[in-house]
């Protein structure tokens, strides 16, 4: 079966830079794209950008441009989300979600906390 | 960009009921449209891509249909386990509304 495994909560400082991790298993990585969607505290859910594990072409939601970077690892089957300059609003689950037919998110990771504070 | 609305924002509603939700996008996104729904403390769960098809495994009490600007989802006789926050998503923009809780 599809599963996504992300990596355990981080607590950042603001200025500093988080890397979540989103491994998959059940299906060939480079057969889906995967997104990255954000979601704060109380608020719905944020899209952040997409990757294409088979050729790494990458998209990112305008807002987060120059700031997000989505690479992939075919040997390990795991998606990465960087993400740099972190300020206190960033404080959100962070989930990875496979693209079905590119565009609709049909598996979820568990999400991943990400707390900046000073 | 596109932006994404639903109403209402909140739905007050009993087990049996029947539930609509619409959502509207600010420009046409043809039938590119997902519908999503979420629980506390758990991710968002696919119900609906392309406007109105199905996903696999979601009970046939929901439905969706529209295209171009305007989009609804219904539930024709709520159950128990359908009290949630209920997002649509703009497939090619990948914008989301802003949800609509659907609780007692």
């Known amino acids: 079966q599809v599963q996504l495994v992300q990596s355990g909560a981080e607590v950042k400082k603001p200025g500093a830079s988080v890397k979540v991790s989103c491994k998959a298993s059940g299906y060939s990585l480079t057969s889906q794209y995967m997104h990255w969607v954000r979601q704060a505290p109380g608020q719905g859910p944020e899209w952040m950008g997409i990757?294409?594990?088979?050729?790494?072409?990458?998209a990112y939601a305008q807002k987060f441009q120059g700031r997000v970077t989505m690479t992939s690892d075919t040997s390990t089957s795991t998606v990465y989300m960087e993400l740099r300059s972190l300020r206190s609003e960033d404080t959100a689950v962070y989930y990875c979600?496979?693209?079905?037919?590119?565009?609709?998110?049909?598996?979820w990771g568990q999400g991943t906390l990400v707390s900046v504070s000073s | 960009d596109i932006q994404m609305t639903q109403s209402p924002s909140f739905v007050s509603a009993s087990i049996g009921d029947r539930v609509t939700i619409t959502c509207r996008a600010s420009?046409?996104?043809?039938?590119?449209l997902a519908w999503y729904q979420q629980k506390p403390g758990k991710a968002p769960d696919l119900l609906v891509y392309?406007?109105?098809t199905l996903q696999s495994g979601v009970p046939s009490r929901f439905s969706a249909s529209g295209s171009g600007t305007d989009f609804t989802l219904t539930i024709s006789s709520l159950q128990p386990e359908d009290f949630a926050t209920y997002y649509c998503q703009s497939a090619n923009s990948f914008t989301f509304g802003p949800g609509t809780k659907v609780d007692i």
């Open positions: 979600a496979r693209g079905l037919h590119r565009a609709y998110c049909d598996f």
């Open positions: 420009q046409d996104i043809s039938r590119w």
């Open positions: 990757i294409s594990p088979r050729d790494t072409t990458t």
């Open positions: 392309a406007a109105s």
